[in-house]
């Protein structure tokens, strides 16, 4: 085995040690929450080792690095996630190698992802991206769509042709009265998920909290959890 490999294996054996323990703590079975390594800045070759250790799904958050690394890794039995904000201008590449894009939070976005999907005859899995420092009517700082917006925006998803609604992602805000709240916060996206599925029973997915927060997003019910830096650690340079 090589470093790098004994490295990741280490780190992830602790990051699934964490998961089954919160999982236990909230008497849940450690089957209902996925991980998803996050492999953004991270090259191919560490998700070569990660597929090989049993990763299933990772996530990028820019084309522009995510489009070679994926196209380097299409032999793997991966599920490649999107989760940074997508413009519009980069739809097409996304669409041909995501499986779940966890970003949409705008009407626009869901014609262009539609339109792509079914000219590449794909089905797209799309999250709704939930600013919960979002104003009534606007954005997040970090993109997403406020409380309000979502079921308008889930009806948009589960009408286009090529996507299907999954359901629901957040990310824990830095401003707005859940800052520092992330429990909170959580539980108020599984609340918000609750209220998606009445009209959308298959929208299922919760994908929320990352290294530093995955506990919490357990807790709180998460299915995803997004997790980077505590798997492929903290790259020279980028703090």
């Not at 780190?11 to 929450?33: H, Y």
């Not at 899995?125 to 409380?147: F, H, K, N, P, T």
């Not at 830095?174 to 918000?192: K, S, V």
Request: aromatic fraction near 2%; glycine fraction near 10%; charged fraction near 25%.
């Amino acid at each position: 085995m090589t470093d790098r490999k004994a490295q990741l294996a280490g780190n992830l054996a602790q990051v699934e040690e964490r998961i089954a323990a919160a999982c236990t703590a909230a008497g849940r079975k450690r089957e209902e929450v996925t991980l998803i390594v996050v492999t953004k800045t991270y090259p191919a070759d560490d998700v070569w080792i990660l597929s090989e250790l049993g990763v299933r799904h990772v996530a990028e958050n820019r084309d522009q690095d995510a489009a070679p690394k994926a196209a380097a890794c299409s032999e793997l039995p991966l599920s490649w996630h999107f989760v940074g904000q997508l413009q519009t201008n980069k739809v097409r590449s996304v669409v041909g190698y995501a499986d779940v894009v966890q970003s949409v939070d705008r009407a626009r976005l869901v014609s262009a992802l539609s339109k792509e999907a079914v000219r590449v005859e794909r089905e797209v899995s799309c999250l709704i991206q939930v600013a919960l420092d979002a104003d009534e009517g606007g954005r997040g700082e970090r993109g997403g769509v406020g409380a309000d917006g979502i079921a308008e925006l889930g009806e948009l998803v589960a009408s286009a042709p090529g996507l299907r609604l999954g359901g629901l992602m957040t990310v824990a805000p830095l401003t707005g009265p859940y800052a520092g709240r992330q429990q909170a916060a959580f539980e108020r996206l599984m609340d918000l998920s609750t209220d998606l599925r009445r009209a959308h029973p298959a929208a299922n997915m919760v994908s929320a909290g990352m290294s530093a927060d995955l506990e919490q997003a357990v807790a709180a019910g998460a299915t995803h959890v997004r997790v980077g830096t505590a798997v492929l650690g903290v790259r020279p340079g980028l703090g």
